[in-house]
């Protein structure tokens, strides 16, 4: 059972336009959402995150925005650029866990920008 | 630099032989993880560690063993027992916001 949850394996958005990933989650202890990007062949890297007491979280060209009744998350990313092209992973943390805060894991979208 | 360094970066071994992936921290992280990823999926939670000598297992713990003697160090040991263990291996400590930081991770196939 996915409790996080990124429907769209691949996006391509032509360069200059939005990005818009989307993850949606099903535990309600989630508290804490992140994104990561990753290369091929590397280990992922922190992107931004935000806690469940906020409804936007915004970091240069990415934000994050959370609708906790709709149980959904996006990572916008405005003007894409060609290195932008990654897999991005969606992932939640909760009080629902170990103290070990637990990291669940989307199984990623593909972005590619286009010339 | 403060860092997480994973060796050897590839990594072959044949059936039936254990092997270890290395992983060390730099950060003074208390909390350490282990993480597989296969094709077109997300990362998959081996074993995790909160602190040293203490260590739990994740969601797909068999066929694989761990040790935390040293804060800096959380070595993976990859047994016989593990049925399909060609994969990318990440491991991952937590700071202090709760993110989680990565090494450049270990591809293993098993030959």
């Known amino acids: 059972d996915q409790q996080v949850k990124q429907n769209s394996p691949s996006l391509s958005v032509q360069e200059g336009r939005i990005s818009i990933l989307n993850c949606d989650y099903t535990?309600?202890?989630?508290?804490?959402f992140l994104w990561y990007k990753k290369y091929p062949a590397e280990g992922p890297t922190f992107l931004i995150s935000?806690?469940?007491?906020?409804d936007k979280n915004e970091d240069g060209r990415f934000t994050v925005f959370l609708n906790k009744s709709a149980k959904h998350l996006s990572l916008h990313i405005v003007p894409s650029q060609p290195g932008d092209s990654a897999v991005y992973f969606c992932?939640?943390?909760?009080?629902?866990?170990?103290?070990?805060?637990?990291?669940?894991f989307g199984s990623g979208t593909r972005l590619s920008i286009r010339p | 630099d403060g860092g997480i360094t994973q060796s050897p970066k590839y990594l072959f071994r044949k059936e039936g032989q254990n092997v270890t992936l290395s992983c060390e921290q730099n950060?003074?992280?208390?909390?350490m993880y282990w993480y597989r990823q296969d094709p077109g999926q997300g990362l998959r939670l081996i074993y995790y560690s909160q602190i040293v000598n203490d260590f739990q297992k994740g969601d797909i713990a068999e066929g694989y063993s761990v040790s935390r003697e040293k804060k800096e160090s959380f070595p993976l040991t990859v047994t016989s027992a593990q049925k399909n263990p060609t994969a990318f291996y990440l491991c991952a400590s937590r700071g202090p916001y709760n993110e989680q930081f990565f090494g450049p991770g270990t591809r293993l196939t098993v030959l």
């Open positions: 992932a939640a943390s909760g009080a629902g866990y170990s103290s070990a805060s637990k990291i669940i």
């Open positions: 535990n309600s202890m989630f508290d804490y």
């Open positions: 935000i806690s469940s007491i906020k």
């Open positions: 950060l003074n992280h208390d909390a």
